[in-house]
């Protein structure tokens, strides 16, 4: 039996689809049952935050796939690492055999918000005695969509990335690695970092949406400073909009310009183009543009 949390996220979406066709048996850890139900597959109803639904949920499990929020404007630490270590102490708990846990790429002790989080939760994972395999993602393509990209009001592209090129990831690529993983024995205490097949400006990707969407969007590049600037005009808190200033700082000077083979040395199949996922994901952009811009 497999546990996918953040089972009605990015990742965790694609993964139930791919888990439901294949034969191990899953169930899908969910806050609201409602939203659950549009999964379309076994739910257990658990809260990271309540250790007890987590120890619930975990009954029976052999294999967990961990998935939670990213970075929160709050004061460190981040909530994923609380979060993330009840269930790695709880898997413990309940005999379960590995965690698959999705990381960021570049996560390091003393890094930056997700970076550093991550860093300290894999550290305690491979600590707990559990077997485990953990994904280090590029940036989501599905950032664009969703909205935790950045747009201005009419659409248009919004960074601070200046020309550097980065290989974002599909997150259904994401949830095909961690079904290879979750469903054989590859990867047993191995790090994978998944990018995807190519590297994009900003510029080209702004070209690549004016062309799906049939009108121009630009990329407007903005200086890490002003950037921050901005996010704190909006409300959140100084540091937050500081460390991610610098984050984004660290990809304009390259730090997510390399790709991989990983997807397709998992999965045997080539991971997914920018322009193939804004094809799949044609209905997502007719909503276009996302409703959360700065
Ligand atoms: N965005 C990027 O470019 C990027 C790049 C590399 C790595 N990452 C990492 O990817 C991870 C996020 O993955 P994602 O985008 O697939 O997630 P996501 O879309 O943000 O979804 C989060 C999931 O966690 C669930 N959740 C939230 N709070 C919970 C709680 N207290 N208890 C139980 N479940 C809870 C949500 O369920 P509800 O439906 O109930 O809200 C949802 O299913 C983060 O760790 C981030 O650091 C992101």
């Known amino acids: 039996m497999i546990l996918v949390t953040g089972a009605t996220g990015s990742i965790g979406r694609y993964l139930v689809d791919r888990l439901r066709q294949q034969t191990t048996p899953f169930r899908a850890l969910v806050r609201d049952p409602d939203r659950g139900r549009e999964l379309d597959c076994d739910l257990v109803v658990g809260d990271f935050d309540d250790p007890d639904s987590i120890a619930a949920a975990l009954s029976g499990v052999e294999r967990v796939f961990l998935c939670s929020?990213?970075?929160?404007?709050?004061?460190?630490?981040?909530?994923?690492?609380?979060?993330?270590?009840?269930?790695?102490?709880?898997?413990?708990?309940?005999?379960?055999?590995?965690?698959?846990?999705?990381?960021?790429?570049?996560?390091?002790?003393?890094?930056?918000?997700?970076?550093?989080?991550?860093?300290?939760?894999?550290?305690?994972l491979e600590a707990s005695g559990l077997d485990w395999s953990i994904l280090q993602p590029s940036g989501f393509m599905q950032n664009f969509l969703?909205?935790?990209?950045?747009?201005?009001?009419?659409?248009?592209?919004?960074?601070?990335?200046?020309?550097?090129?980065?290989?974002?990831?599909d997150c259904a690529d994401i949830a095909a690695c961690a079904a290879v993983l979750l469903t054989s024995d590859l990867g047993s205490r191995q790090r994978f970092v998944l990018t995807g097949p190519e590297t994009l400006t900003h510029t080209e990707i702004a070209a690549r949406l004016s062309e799906a969407l049939g009108r121009t969007v630009s990329y407007i590049d903005r200086s890490?400073?002003?950037?921050?600037?901005?996010?704190?005009?909006?409300?959140?808190?100084?540091?937050?909009?500081?460390?991610?200033?610098?984050?984004?700082?660290d990809v304009a000077g390259?730090?997510?310009?390399?790709?991989?083979?990983?997807?397709?040395?998992?999965?045997?199949?080539?991971?997914?183009?920018?322009?193939?996922?804004?094809?799949?994901?044609w209905d997502l952009l007719r909503r276009w543009p996302p409703r959360h811009y700065v």
């Open 224 to 249: 890490p400073a002003d950037f921050a600037d901005n996010l704190t005009v909006q409300g959140l808190p100084a540091q937050f909009a500081t460390d991610v200033a610098t984050l984004y700082a």
């Open 254 to 281: 390259g730090s997510l310009a390399e790709t991989t083979s990983t997807v397709s040395d998992l999965t045997g199949r080539p991971a997914t183009t920018f322009a193939e996922f804004l094809d799949r994901e």
């Open 146 to 169: 969703t909205g935790a990209g950045a747009f201005t009001s009419s659409g248009d592209l919004l960074g601070a990335y200046g020309q550097a090129r980065v290989s974002y990831i």
């Open 69 to 124: 929020p990213g970075a929160q404007p709050v004061p460190e630490p981040q909530p994923m690492v609380d979060q993330q270590t009840t269930v790695i102490d709880a898997a413990v708990r309940a005999g379960v055999q590995r965690v698959v846990k999705v990381s960021v790429w570049g996560a390091r002790r003393g890094g930056l918000l997700a970076e550093g989080a991550h860093a300290e939760i894999e550290a305690r």
